[in-house]
DNA sequence: TTGTATGCGTTATCAT
DNA sequence: ATGATAACGCATACAA
């Protein structure tokens, strides 16, 4: 059995015994058309089940789509979906639909989305970078007119849009509110070390232990891309002379693989702040302080961006950084140990 | 300043000297070349940066678009964003784009979103049906051979594709496990009542306990469909004469609300088993023991599903129940108390 | 108020 | 091996 073919407007119309042109008039609302024609053409639109063609509409009128490509490198992890919901919701009044596929953090494969998107003329292309990509070869599009949003993450090698949380800032204020309950041996476990992410939170670190007058210690950070990695990093930060007892955990891997380590050695004694928030936080005992980011406002200002680009906007370049938000919980008010076995130098 | 144009075909035909059906032939490796031309028609899509209009391309190829158009009720739930991860590299190779909305589990958002993606001629249509939304507009796709596929829950008013997880056996297997460590007051939180899943789930949830001769009681029924709700559904079960001893969370809000209330009341000697798996269960002291669904497995399921059908697969509609998997982890396994506060029955 | 001619970028068909 | 022409479904520009 083969496909049955789709109501066309010229079908709508022989069906009336008028143009095609007419039930487009009343299909957009568009010039003036008499009632009771309007009235016969609605019916036989019923009657027929017709639905207008997007794609050809597209193609006669812009030569772009109304869409937005978005290439995201996970679609199972919730704060890019969340970012992808509030760039979807924001955008969805003006008609636009969202395209999304998944890169896997694999450079090629974000490439060959973005050529797809292309080749589907998207109005707009959103890319979440993955860690070796290079985007030059974007340099004609972008200035070509097509909004080009870069989010979480900079475009490398090419100026453009970008929406990116406060990280640096964020880390700072994480690591300040620590010190500011006492402690001053605060290790770092955080992203692979080329990551744009954890460079930025890891000036923020420093930021805030120079802030305090605290020497900056290289074996106090540690690398933790997952969980296991992360749990293994606390025993060896736990296990050394002159101890952490508070860690930063600079993304939620970091953080549950911190929160798994620690529940293995038993420790309910050190503090902890993690860089974004995970939904058990609250559940967690002592509950988890985080500093946390707001991916629907992510994705709401790269829809700004869009929309301000689609209307001809034709400023440089501009960065947006969306704030993130510390939230105590429990774990890092914990205060440092009373008297944290510090050998005395004594001077003979 | 205004878009610049983007070459066409025709622009690189000039360029060459040849026709556009030529290019055409070079692009898609469509019938025969003459190895120079070809040579240089690829040297004249460099220069002009050429590249193929895929909206015009499908509209003349086959009035269907190469997009699969996929409703889900919130983009920020790892649950569907993984689901639809599973899909999408199963489509893949096929050359097959993902469409995604978000209906916000709204009956008109969702309806709005089946009109865009129809309107854009989606080559296969999968649902994850929001509450109270009703699906027989639909029949007539289905019949003209519209590929549509329900996801999660069934299609309402309408027999068509669908791919569930075992909820009814998940669940019994869960409740089975705690009966075989002891437990006899085993109580239910749960969705609201309307949802097809509390629904499978709790019937699973009574066949167990029928399974096990234990007679159904509606009291350790209840509602948590927020974090909150469990919470305080959690007080209300413990704080009951003749209490629970062991709770099962039919779904991964109820299961967080529960936690949480556990938490609270500082019980920890209460058996717990979760429908759903969560990130951090592994983390959670005792580790929750849970029945996992597998959302990738479902997006490929469904992928395979519309593969046949694009393939011309006429069969009647048919739906697919993918398994789940009980991970004991410690919650699960906690025993009831030495002596529950049973009150011996004291015949005068 | 309605119709006609034309074109968007591509491919199918039939010629050459 | 390549070209000419028409057509996909719709909208623009203009005419009637």
Known sequence: MSKVRRATMTDVAREVGVTAKTVSRVVNDDGPVAAETRERVLQAMRKLGFQPNLMARNMRVGARDSTVGLVIPDMGNPFFGTVAGGF???????????????????????????????????????????????????????????????????????RADCVVSSNREGARAG????????????????????????????????????EAGIAFDRSLVETGHDHEAAAAAVARLLGARDPATAIFAANNFAATGVILGLARLGRTDVAVVGFDDLPLAEVLRPALTVVAQDPAAIGQAAAKLVMARLDGERSRAQTVVVPTRLIPRGSGELPPPRRPAEPEHHPR
């Open 88 to 158: 979807e919701s924001a955008v969805r009044a003006r008609g636009l639909t969202l395209i999304v596929g998944s890169s896997e953090e694999a450079a090629d494969r974000e490439r060959s989305l973005i050529s797809t998107f292309l080749a589907r003329r998207v109005a707009a292309l959103i890319v979440v970078p993955s860690a070796d990509s290079d985007h030059r070869h974007l340099r004609d599009e972008r200035a070509a007119g097509l909004p080009l949003i870069f989010l979480d993450r900079p475009a490398a090698g090419l």
């Open 175 to 210: 690591v300040a509110h620590l010190i500011g309950h006492g402690h001053r041996r605060i290790a770092f476990v955080g992203d692979l070390p080329a990551l744009y992410t954890r460079k930025e939170r890891l000036l923020g670190y420093r930021d805030a232990l120079a």
